[in-house]
């Protein structure tokens, strides 16, 4: 708890999307193996937000507010291509047709999208408020 003796609501904000986007990471890593629907781009988005949460956690820069942006557009843009990807599966809760998707997936689906619209809220709040003390 060293890490957060010197940072603000904005800092402490980022810590609670820096956390929820490594579970948010680590479920759709899991999710992927095993549903089989697995999209290595929206891995990379998540990923890629994960470690500009780290980078604006350790270390308050210049391009901090820049730095904080680009991880809310990443995140955004990997909730973009997972709803993208989840289109079949949405299709066949709503039809059971059987011939798009699973909707056995959907449960997983909506954990999913609901961490990650968490995550690109606290996110976007977090660049509102001062980082550091």
Do not use: H, W
């Not at 990471?25 to 990379?44: D, E, K, M, R």
Request: with cysteine; aromatic share 10%.
């Amino acid at each position: 708890m060293k890490l957060f003796q010197n940072k603000a609501a904005g800092g402490r904000l980022l810590g609670i999307a820096l956390v929820c986007s490594i579970l948010t990471t680590v479920l759709y890593a899991a999710f992927g193996a095993v549903s089989g629907n697995f999209a290595p781009g929206i891995l990379v988005l998540y990923l890629a937000a994960a470690v500009l949460g780290v980078v604006l956690l350790l270390k308050e820069t210049l391009l901090s507010d820049i730095l904080s942006l680009a991880m809310t557009i990443c995140l955004s843009a990997a909730l973009a291509l997972f709803i993208k990807n989840s289109v079949g599966d949405f299709t066949e809760m709503i039809t059971p047709v059987g011939m798009y998707g699973n909707a056995d997936n959907m449960s997983m689906r909506f954990v999913i999208l609901g961490a990650t619209l968490a995550t690109i809220l606290f996110s976007i709040l977090e660049g509102f408020f001062k980082r550091e003390k």
